[in-house]
């Protein structure tokens, strides 16, 4: 009978490890470990630091989309659920060429709309140019096939519920899910 080297065996037994654990997971706070600038703003923020140790939801956005509409059902969940810990921030992006240009974008925000919650300057949020907060979003639930997807998220980093650019902010879906998060459900 042939023995096998303690390195063989070492490998096998955290390969075999490593299978049974499934998928790795994201470090807590690793989602949000980045830098980025404030929507029409010099500012740039951590988001960690903005955004960290609390249930989220997070929209890529775009000014001169169908679904721009959304913006006032995200400013009154903002408006609603923002005294219970959520936080909402808005990500401009012209990954679906439906963004205008940087000040108009802000202008359509916080001027057309009223947001009061953080929003972005533009990222890429699809494909291979997908900065790394969406393409750790896609990992965990799906990449945004277009404006206005939606990910709640909790507040360890993990993504809880995603939703496509057709479910409005104030769908029953989207409150049920974002009580249960507040809930701790």
Wanted: glycine share 8%; proline share 5%.
């Amino acid at each position: 009978m042939r023995t096998l080297s303690l390195p063989i065996v070492t490998l096998a037994v955290t390969l075999t490890a490593t299978l049974l654990a499934g998928p790795a997971q994201a470090a807590p706070g690793a989602l949000l470990d980045h830098e980025l600038r404030r929507l029409h703003s010099s500012e740039v923020v951590n988001l960690q630091e903005r955004l960290g140790g609390s249930p989220l939801l997070l929209v890529n956005t775009a000014s001169r989309c169908g679904f721009t509409g959304q913006f006032e059902g995200l400013e009154a969940l903002h408006q609603r659920y923002g005294d219970r810990g959520l936080k909402v921030a808005g990500f401009s992006s012209n990954d679906f060429n439906q963004e205008i240009d940087e000040e108009g974008a802000a202008e359509v925000c916080f001027v057309n709309f009223g947001v009061t919650f953080d929003m972005f300057a533009p990222i890429s949020v699809s494909g291979d140019e997908a900065h790394p907060l969406f393409a750790e979003l896609a990992q965990q639930s799906e990449a945004p096939r277009w404006n206005f997807t939606k990910y709640l998220v909790d507040e360890s980093g993990r993504v809880v519920a995603h939703y496509p650019s057709s479910v409005r902010p104030e769908s029953p879906a989207m409150r049920e899910a974002i009580e249960a998060l507040l809930n701790g459900e």
